[in-house]
């Protein structure tokens, strides 16, 4: 028998990995043998345990997964392997008894994708593997020509959003005092313009956040430096334009790494900030700070504004997507009521949380907690 501790890697492949359990020694070296000659890279497990290590360390294409097992069964690492979202993709083809084609039924209820009864036949066991990893292959490139997609769009949306914001609050300026009349058609047709193209930018840009969260983000270790920087020199312009300091605070220490996916907390940063400037008074200061939490592992990330503050009807529905406050942008800018409703579902996703302390007249303090690795 293998031993379920130790690792066992078959030589490397180019058509895939793919990981094979089953607690049967002979089983596992003929289909070793099988899928090495066809070019894939195999993976070893002799028991359900080991076989979810093994996935946790290394996700490989497919896993071909033998039904009946000591301990744990095979209908029961599936059912865990599916309710992890970092490998509920990972196909799963079942190794079944010939006379156990009858749970077929249930075993494609539990999330496989297939199964293939004893004896294997190998030609027909390499067509169903080379199948369903081909399909795996082609949906993870799906997934990443649309994920760089809307990572383009949404750079390029957030460089052209903070430049025409600018030219707006300009433009805005311009008609105190009330300029000639032959100068007041012009400023009016830029403000229109302006307004017309900032609509179509927030547009995309919330399209992409209601995208994203139908996709799994990518949690992983990065520095919340980086992620800080990305914000405050997008916000940089917007604050100038309008007159508005946008201050930041911070405890020294060493740099703080977090366990989060980028993209997703620079947008939910971003929605904090840009709302801050958004509803203060010009010449108003947007305070950001960091600190740390002193009895969880946790980053705390407050922007404070000088703005009216929210009334208690207003904090009660504050996160609801599509929500207006009574609270009004002090610049004239715009606004749709779906950042705040984004930035939560990112931090709840990123096992964060978020929040908000506030009194009328006396501005608000937004709050995100991510958990520091």
Not at 272 to 277: I, R
Request: hydrophobic share 40%; charged share 25%.
């Amino acid at each position: 028998m293998i031993s379920p501790l130790r690792p066992i890697i078959g030589p490397p492949g180019s058509n895939g990995v793919v990981l094979v359990v089953d607690d049967i020694e002979r089983n596992l070296q003929m289909l070793g043998s099988i899928l090495s000659q066809e070019g894939y890279e195999v993976l070893f497990a002799a028991d359900g345990p080991t076989a979810l290590d093994r996935i946790s360390a290394r996700p490989p294409d497919l896993v071909l997964l033998d039904l009946r097992m000591p301990g744990m069964d095979g209908l029961e690492v599936c059912r865990r392997l599916k309710s992890n979202p970092q490998a509920m993709d990972i196909p799963v083809i079942f190794l079944t008894a010939a006379n156990e084609a009858e749970l077929a039924a249930e075993v494609l209820g539990q999330g496989a994708v297939d199964f293939i009864t004893k004896p294997f036949h190998g030609p027909e066991l390499i067509a169903r593997v080379r199948t369903h990893t081909e399909l795996k292959r082609t949906r993870d490139e799906l997934r990443k020509i649309i994920s760089e997609k809307n990572e383009l769009m949404s750079a390029v949306a957030h460089d052209l959003k903070n430049p025409l914001g600018a030219i707006r609050l300009s433009a805005l300026l311009l008609r105190t005092p009330p300029p000639p009349a032959a100068h007041r058609e012009l400023v009016d047709s830029l403000v229109e313009d302006c307004d017309s193209l900032l609509s179509f930018i927030q547009d995309r840009l919330e399209r992409s956040a209601r995208e994203s969260q139908g996709t799994h983000l990518n949690l992983q270790p990065i520095k919340f430096d980086d992620v800080l920087t990305r914000v405050i020199q997008q916000n940089l312009p917007a604050a100038a334009a309008k007159k508005t300091e946008l201050k930041f605070v911070a405890e020294v220490g060493p740099p703080d790494i977090v366990s989060a996916d980028y993209h997703g907390l620079a947008q939910a940063l971003d929605n904090l900030v840009s709302n801050g400037l958004k509803f203060s008074p010009a010449g108003s200061c947007v305070t950001l700070s960091v600190e740390r939490s002193a009895t969880e592992p946790y980053l705390i990330v407050s922007v404070k504004d000088e703005g009216p503050g929210l009334t208690a009807e207003d904090q009660a529905h504050l996160f609801e997507p599509y929500r207006r406050l009574s609270a009004k942008p002090t610049g004239g800018e715009l606004s749709t009521g779906l950042g705040l409703s984004i930035a939560r579902h990112l931090m709840e996703r990123m096992g964060g949380a978020i929040g908000c302390d506030s009194q009328p007249g006396q501005g608000s303090r937004f709050w995100i907690k991510i958990r520091r690795v």
